[in-house]
């Protein structure tokens, strides 16, 4: 199975950005689908954005024009830029890659964004 890592969090204040990274072991084209979920505490981990069939990409409301999923599949990272940060995106940011054989997680990396 597939082992993916992500670092790339934080505290931040209003307004800065971040750029979290999700490394695979093996291959980005193992994966059938990959995205970047967060859970904040006492909350439902929710989507935060997401490849659905290869190149096309999805984002949650709260995230749409700050927020940009990227992969490098040379590298087998994929990234999300995280702009113009607010207080509601703290939470732990989590990788995922789905297979027909089952979901990998990251063990998630923490981003906190706070004056």
């Known amino acids: 199975q597939v082992q993916l890592v992500e670092s790339g969090g934080g505290l931040v204040q209003p307004g800065d950005a971040l750029r979290l990274s999700c490394v695979a072991s093996?291959?980005?084209?193992?994966?059938?689908?990959m995205g970047w979920y967060r859970q904040a505490a006492g909350k439902k981990r929710e989507m935060v954005a997401a490849?659905?069939?290869?190149?096309?990409?999805i984002y949650g409301d709260s995230v749409k024009g700050r927020f940009t999923i990227s992969r490098d599949d040379a590298e087998n990272t994929m990234y999300l830029q995280m702009n113009n940060l607010q207080p509601e995106d703290t939470g732990v940011y989590y990788c995922?890659?789905?297979?027909?054989?089952?979901?990998?997680w990251g063990q998630g990396t923490q981003v906190t964004v706070s004056s």
């Open positions: 995922l890659g789905s297979t027909r054989n089952g979901d990998s």
């Open positions: 093996g291959s980005l084209y193992s994966f059938t689908g």
């Open positions: 490849f659905i069939g290869g190149s096309t990409t």
